[in-house]
């Protein structure tokens, strides 16, 4: 730990005072920033011992969502009374644990759905309108397993059946991204674990000209809790001028120099788990790695 808080003093003193020095870091330099925050913003706790949904917080029926697609400029609005919001709940895993949870009430519910920042006026002929809400639970995946968490039932005098939506207070609880903080756009998109020791990563990069595209290579860092995707560009800038940059992306395989195991795996620009990115495989990955090869 001691090592870890000297290299980052280092890192820390080379991005400071003038930040275009912070394009000047190595991926080693992201590496051990992508460590450090992980274990002392919380996030390791929320990942280990929290709520990390790893599919959408909505159940919306097929004939819903498809009238929803249909009208897509319609908004939300409230059309009828609704319920008291409970001050908290709970969460319960299949495996017998238990999480204590702030709650958002049905309005805030309402407002999640919506495509705008606040909703739409009751009056207003181009909105779906909520007539009853009933506060109850629905089942959800999560990174520690399948759980039953609490949740409203919405139901709209314009749409076909009820709308569902986990009612959670993740603000208020706390989230990975949350205790992560403001970061840079990730530079893995995904990864597939081949073997406990081969990793095939997928990664997103910029290039100036298709005719002079980079060299790139995805590497990874490795520590006793974490691994740390990056990928290392060697820049071929065209002679003279601006580089505006075109999105690209590549896949490659990272050879890890110990186990995977249930170590957690972060994107080392963003400093977020690589999993986020993609959600459900969150739970699939933590599953598979979680037994050592043979």
């Given at each position: 730990?001691?090592?870890?808080?000297?290299?980052?003093?280092?890192?820390?003193?080379?991005?400071?005072?003038?930040?275009?020095?912070?394009?000047?870091?190595?991926?080693?330099?992201?590496?051990?920033?992508?460590?450090?925050?992980?274990?002392?913003?919380?996030?390791?706790?929320?990942?280990?011992?929290?709520?990390?949904?790893?599919?959408?917080?909505?159940?919306?029926?097929?004939?819903?969502?498809?009238?929803?697609?249909?009208?897509?400029?319609?908004?939300?609005?409230?059309?009828?009374?609704?319920?008291?919001?409970?001050?908290?709940?709970?969460?319960?895993?299949?495996?017998?644990?238990?999480?204590?949870?702030?709650?958002?009430?049905?309005r805030q519910a309402l407002i999640a759905l919506s495509p705008y920042e606040q909703e739409a006026s009751a009056q207003d002929d181009r909105a779906y309108k909520l007539t009853a809400a009933t506060f109850t639970t629905t089942r959800l995946r999560t990174l520690r397993g399948m759980a039953t968490v609490p949740a409203w039932r919405m139901r709209f005098s314009n749409l076909p059946g009820p709308i569902v939506r986990v009612a959670v207070d993740r603000r208020t609880l706390g989230t990975v991204e949350d205790a992560i903080g403001d970061h840079l756009p990730a530079d893995i998109s995904g990864f597939e674990v081949l073997d406990q020791r081969t990793l095939q990563v997928t990664y997103?990069?910029?290039?100036?000209?298709?005719?002079?595209?980079?060299?790139?290579?995805?590497?990874?860092?490795?520590?006793?809790?974490?691994?740390?995707?990056?990928?290392e560009v060697q820049e071929q800038h065209p002679r003279g001028g601006m580089c505006a940059g075109v999105g690209a992306s590549g896949t490659g395989v990272v050879r890890l120099e110990k186990p995977l195991g249930d170590r957690v795996v972060l994107d080392a620009r963003s400093r977020l788990p690589v999993c986020l990115h993609w959600e459900a495989p969150c739970?699939?990955?933590?599953?598979?790695?979680?037994?050592?090869?043979?």
């Open positions: 730990m001691l090592r870890l808080l000297a290299m980052l003093l280092t890192v820390t003193v080379l991005a400071g005072g003038d930040h275009l020095l912070l394009g000047r870091l190595t991926l080693h330099d992201h590496a051990i920033r992508a460590v450090w925050t992980w274990r002392t913003s919380g996030a390791a706790e929320i990942w280990r011992a929290g709520f990390v949904p790893t599919e959408g917080l909505n159940k919306i029926p097929r004939d819903v969502r498809k009238r929803i697609s249909r009208d897509e400029e319609f908004g939300f609005a409230v059309a009828g009374p609704l319920p008291a919001t409970p001050h908290r709940a709970q969460i319960r895993w299949d495996d017998g644990s238990t999480l204590r949870v702030p709650v958002i009430s049905a997103e990069y910029g290039i100036c000209s298709r005719r002079r595209p980079p060299t790139v290579h995805p590497r990874a860092e490795e520590w006793s809790d974490v691994v740390v995707l990056g990928v739970a699939a990955v933590r599953q598979d790695t979680a037994t050592p090869s043979r």
